[in-house]
């Protein structure tokens, strides 16, 4: 499992930014896998995103701060 900075997040979905062309295809690819959030399950951490997707994941729990 890699657990990326927020930095590199950022580079990588700022296409100003002078990373983005070498992060974006990074990140894509770390997200595209099929790991699940074990690691939040694991640990028993709300997961605070804004993507629905995760409801899929059964034990996880997760708060949409956009919702």
Do not use: C, K, Q
Request: glycine residues 6%; proline residues 6%.
């Amino acid at each position: 499992m890699r657990l990326p900075d927020v930095n590199v997040l950022l580079y990588a979905a700022d296409r100003n930014s002078p990373h983005h062309e070498r992060t974006a295809p990074y990140v894509e690819s770390m997200l595209g896998g099929r790991e699940t959030a074990a690691l939040a399950i694991e640990h028993g951490a709300e997961l605070v995103s804004a993507d629905r997707d995760f409801a899929r994941f059964s034990g996880l729990r997760w708060h949409d701060p956009l919702h």
